[in-house]
């Protein structure tokens, strides 16, 4: 994947680094780097995560994890996702990965293998509080605490919970009867754990409208890199703050014109020859296709892209390695110059919520597609 590159913007980064830490005066900032740090490169969001001395960053699988050390991270490491396979445990504590146990099962596999090891890792446990994916409900709290001795409740490090509905409302009835519980949660193992046990909830959204639930950690992935996670939160943000958010996207993907043809009146563009010219036009291949991670929704002018600060629209369906652009306007010197997926050019912007409407999906989803070995760059 030559000719198409990511572009990543420490300056942004470290913006959005400050502004929660800004918004967020007692909890830890924890980065949320899974799923290749939402597209932008987990190597290189470590490499920003080592310079700018970010205590702690959080998976989802025990490979990110692994594959965090292997970076040189040396700070905290917490696997929210699925409980990890038995036989990575003890790689995981010698690594001082922190894991995430969110049922009896798994909490059982924990106990009886860290009986087994040289080092305990450390252990944070999952609540339901109204996701209704994953966790231990508040009443299993006795069952759970039966089954710890001594010892092992020393590695009891955490408490969480997760968000169902802060982003998609402006009202945020769920969401507050999700903190009540999480303050129950609180109160009750607070009775039988630690002093020290870290209780953490909020991620993006609720960390930057709902400071009540930043409690010890807050769990920031997509705003990290510099996105709302909804236009509503950004709105309820302005209601909360009294002021917009100013966060910056961390990253602008760009490619480049590999070839350009002229076609004519009644010639048609692309597969299923769903494009038809209606008077002479210029095309230019772009090396990019749903493989690359753009979306195929974004087919015949459901898209455009950036070339020298115009928009050129999307002719013909995305193929899986190519796309074909309208580059009839543009002035013959300016086909060599980069072509702008996502990012800026000469005042003209193409946002990532932007992309992900026209793929029909969310930033969330749309960042992710984003093929991990397009080669990235810390600029
Ligand atoms: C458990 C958990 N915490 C935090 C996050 C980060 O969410 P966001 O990207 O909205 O900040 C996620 C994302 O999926 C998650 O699953």
């Given at each position: 994947m030559k000719h198409t590159k990511i572009q990543l913007s420490r300056n942004a980064?470290?913006?959005n680094l400050s502004f929660f830490k800004g918004i967020i005066p007692s909890a830890l900032l924890s980065p949320v780097?899974?799923?290749n740090a939402y597209g932008h490169g987990m190597a290189e969001i470590a490499s920003l995560a080592k310079e700018f001395k970010v205590p702690?960053?959080?998976?989802?699988?025990?490979?990110?994890?692994?594959?965090?050390?292997?970076t040189g991270y040396k700070g905290r490491v917490v696997i929210v996702g699925p409980f990890p396979h038995q036989s990575s445990l003890s790689e995981l504590a010698q690594l001082n990965i922190e894991i995430t146990a969110s049922n009896m099962g798994a909490l059982e596999i924990w106990l009886r293998t860290t009986k087994s090891l040289a080092t305990t890792g450390r252990v944070h446990l999952k609540f339901n509080t109204g996701l209704n994916r994953q966790g231990f409900e508040l009443s299993q709290l006795s069952e759970i605490t039966k089954k710890l001795d001594d010892v092992s409740l020393q590695y009891i490090q955490g408490v969480s919970s997760h968000f169902a509905?802060?982003?998609?409302?402006?009202?945020?009835?769920?969401?507050?009867?999700?903190?009540?519980?999480?303050?129950?949660?609180?109160?009750?193992?607070?009775?039988?754990?630690s002093e020290d046990t870290e209780f953490h909830l909020a991620a993006?959204?609720?960390?930057?409208?709902?400071?009540?639930?930043?409690?010890?950690?807050c769990r920031v992935g997509i705003s990290i890199y510099g996105i709302m996670p909804s236009s509503l939160t950004?709105?309820?943000?302005?209601?909360?703050?009294?002021?917009p958010p100013v966060l910056k996207p961390v990253l602008s993907w760009k490619t480049q014109i590999v070839e350009t043809r002229t076609i004519h009146?009644?010639?048609?563009?692309?597969?299923?020859?769903?494009?038809?010219?209606?008077?002479?036009?210029?095309i230019g291949v772009l090396p990019v296709g749903y493989d690359e991670g753009y979306s195929r929704l974004c087919s015949n002018h459901n898209a455009y892209v950036l070339?020298?600060?115009?928009?050129?629209?999307?002719?013909?369906?995305?193929?899986?390695?190519m796309m074909m652009v309208d580059v009839t306007n543009l002035p013959e010197e300016k086909l060599c110059d980069e072509v702008v997926l996502i990012g800026e050019s000469l005042g003209e912007t193409i946002s990532i919520d932007q992309l992900a409407t026209w793929s029909q999906t969310i930033s969330y989803e749309a960042l992710t597609r984003i093929h991990q070995d397009i080669p990235k760059q810390i600029i």
């Open positions: 980064f470290e913006h780097v899974k799923a702690m960053l959080m998976v989802n699988y025990a490979h990110e994890a692994m594959f965090l050390r292997k509905n802060v982003e998609d409302v402006m009202d945020q009835d769920f969401a507050n009867a999700q903190l009540t519980q999480m303050k129950k949660i609180q109160t009750e193992c607070k009775k039988v754990f993006s959204g609720a960390a930057m409208i709902l400071p009540e639930s930043q409690f010890d950690i950004k709105l309820s943000y302005h209601q909360v703050h009294q002021v009146q009644g010639d048609f563009v692309g597969y299923g020859c769903s494009y038809k010219a209606e008077s002479k036009m210029r070339i020298a600060g115009q928009r050129c629209p999307v002719v013909g369906r995305i193929c899986m390695n």
